[in-house]
């Protein structure tokens, strides 16, 4: 089945500066990954996804790109904010079988200072 | 607004009882979720349902049961519940489209304790 890495786990960044975060996909099959944030103590909320046939997408200041070659795909955060600190996860969609299903990596908690 | 609702939001328990989390949405999906976070080791999927006669297994299944009463109803069942079962438990629907996955939403989740 699929399985989902996810680097760094933990991400400090001064106000201003970029953040990237990484992961990697074993299913060459998969075809769609979706970004998420959780703020503390709140529910994951999607905040940005790409899906195969696309290598990179933008949302002001996010953007994910997608090698499928290599099979990873990244998260960029540019200009961060101190709101952007949250704990962020990717995820990959299954296949076959558990078609429809989302494996996710193990988070990245981003800490922007000010 | 529509929206994806846990019950409860807080539980604490002692071993060996039997726990139900409930959640219901009002989205219209017909793809619900269980889900549980533990620090450091993500979301992780124990049950699945595609519809309201399907139900599928996910990663982490044993020592969990649960019912989908109808397309708005998921319920997580602990039989006799455990410490290790100490978690943040979240419910999840999605809808499904011609291009297969779509966006999971996901509920406010429910802390459970189990002493």
């Known amino acids: 089945g699929e399985n989902v890495e996810q680097h760094p786990s933990t991400l400090s960044v001064q106000e201003g500066d970029s953040a990237v975060i990484k992961c990697t996909y074993s299913d060459s099959a998969s075809n769609y990954f979706p970004w998420y944030k959780q703020e503390l103590g709140k529910r994951p909320q999607l905040i940005i996804d790409i899906r195969s046939n696309v290598g990179e997408k933008k949302d002001q200041r996010i953007a994910v790109t997608l090698n499928k070659t290599a099979k990873h795909f990244s998260l960029h955060i540019t200009e961060t904010q101190p709101e952007d600190s949250a704990v962020y996860f990717c995820?990959?969609?299954?296949?076959?079988?558990?078609?429809?299903?989302?494996?996710f990596g193990k988070g990245t908690k981003l800490s922007v200072k000010p | 607004d529509a929206d994806v609702t846990q019950t409860p939001r807080n539980r604490i328990t002692k071993t060996g009882k039997r726990i139900m989390l409930e959640c219901s949405q009002t989205k219209g999906h017909d793809r619900m979720y269980w889900y549980r976070q533990d620090p450091g080791l993500g979301l992780r999927l124990i049950y699945y349902?595609?519809?309201?006669?399907?139900?599928n297994k996910g990663e982490i299944s044993d020592g969990y049961s649960v019912s989908r009463q109808a397309q708005a109803k998921f319920s997580l069942s602990l039989e006799s519940a455990i410490p290790n079962q100490t978690a943040l438990y979240f419910c999840?629907?999605?809808?499904?489209?011609?291009?297969?996955?779509?966006?999971?939403?996901f509920g406010p989740g429910t802390r459970l304790t189990v002493l």
């Open positions: 995820a990959a969609r299954g296949y076959g079988g558990s078609q429809g299903n989302l494996i």
């Open positions: 999840a629907t999605s809808g499904t489209t011609s291009g297969g996955a779509s966006e999971q939403f």
């Open positions: 349902s595609f519809d309201v006669k399907d139900i």
